[in-house]
């Protein structure tokens, strides 16, 4: 009966979503404690907590709509869905919003945070079907005809700006060679086609250009050529087939150095996707290529179309181009296709993995590339209970960031009249352990001499690691009022090309803050009364380096 009452339940959630390209069961994803709102690729998952979530180790963000950054399963018990004993919920992604809300529920203490670019809202797992018809009262009856309308035209109002929530530039390089031939390359169109309908191309969201992968690489267009759907899909409809080997490392390294660029219509800020169609599979090496991407900051996802027979291997120059080829070898940025006949069903997925815009900043980018020093003052006034706070604080700001051997760094300088290095860039290359670290710093006592630290800190912290490329900031944090002078020191660290932020607390100076600042000064200068304000601008500053570091690109 189990099994018939499923098939049932499948035929009913395929007939409500029969507008869709796409109807699957929802099988549960086991996740852990700590997976986050912006870890889950699809825009609605059903996932299984497991037991034993301890409460007070869950990062939560808002009440009943939560920041991407929160904890799935600590946001699940904090309303409810599930207790500590783990369970199965749905997850729906939502757009960012500001003003999360803080609240205590369930034993679970959820935090404050002003803005995030992304939101989900949990629910029980039994309330599928609801979640099925829709978010809102106005989608709560889709069987009577009137709500129809609506659902026809919204999609292509929307169409005219773009789906605000997919801002990415992609460059399709799409296979023109003669291993697809010409049938093939015709529906490889019709399905780009489609591709470009769902991803909702417009100004102010996705822009996308087109790469020949033959002989020779040509670009077809280029982001700033179209941005209207109905002028993409034109100019794909007018593409001629090429023809020769599929030399796609040729044409990923063409697209890394003359496809992204401000000219072309490139954007500042936002990730650069190279989404490459292989049918078989490449003629060239692609690892030289997507090496290359990977330092440029280009990421490369990869869609391959009827892999290599049994006794077609031997013609493969790399099996594993794949996996050398994308951004990240972790499954999320690769997609498979049996063959370009009914292709439908694909459009959808393909598009939410494009359009998940957390998980595609893989290559170099604001939370794998930066060196992220601190600055810590020790003196008296500040006080151990006040100290164990500060160290909360920077731990919070640096479990954002992507701390590894490849990835980016945090070190830290204790001051008070003397310096103390506590951890250079290069002694920690595990996040965890790096955590605990930063948590296990001594409180040393003493008085207040910022200055000297912060030359200090330059000298023994960021100079010894200048050869580096990874983008350099420093996050000061005072309570108190320097015996000596801020701002000549900070204005030689500013001039090395280092970023820095001032956190004052209690009796810390407006002018040593803004003194230190990097500019603009609003940005990167905060003060609170007490120690337990910290916390709020931990999101904040995580959103400044991005910022900081996209505009630096």
Known sequence: MSVIFDCLHLLGL?????????????????????????????????????????????SVYGSEVYASVSSVCGAAIHRGVITESGGSLKVHRLPGRENYLSSLSHGVKSQTLSRWTASFTVSRLISQPMEVLGESSATAFPRPGPVKKPLKKNPKKAAQNGNKDCKVDIALLLDSSYNIGQRRFNLQKSFVSKLVLMLRTGPEGPHLGVVHVSEMPQTEFYLKNFTQPKDVISAIKEMGFRGGNTNTGKALLHTVESFFSPENGMRRGLPRVVVIFVDGWPSDNLEKAAMRARESGVNVFMVTVAKAALDELGMVQDRNFVEKAVCRDNGFFSFTMPS??????????????ICSVDQMLCSKTCYNSVNLG?????????????FRLVLEFMVGITEAFEISDLGARVGAVQFTYDQKLEMDFNEYTDKEVALEALRSIRYMSGGTATGDAISYTLANLFQPHEASSSRDFLIIITDGQSYDDVGGPAQTVKSEGITV???????????????????????????TRDFSGLEQFQQTIVKG?????NEAQ
């Open 545 to 549: 380096i991005c910022r900081d570091f």
């Open 14 to 58: 395929i007939f409500l979503m029969c507008s869709t390209l796409r109807a699957e069961p929802n099988v549960p994803t086991p996740i852990t404690c700590r997976t986050r709102g912006v870890d889950l690729a699809e825009a609605r998952a059903v996932v299984v907590c497991p037991p034993n979530c301890a409460p007070q180790q869950l």
């Open 374 to 386: 601190f600055l810590i003052d020790g003196s008296s006034s500040v006080g151990d209970g006040n």
């Open 340 to 353: 370009w006949f009914s292709t439908n069903k694909y459009v959808k997925p393909l598009t939410q993995k």
């Open 501 to 527: 932020y001032s956190v004052g607390v209690a009796w810390a100076p407006q002018d040593d803050l803004r003194a230190m600042a990097s500019e603009p000064k609003e940005s990167h200068t905060f003060f």
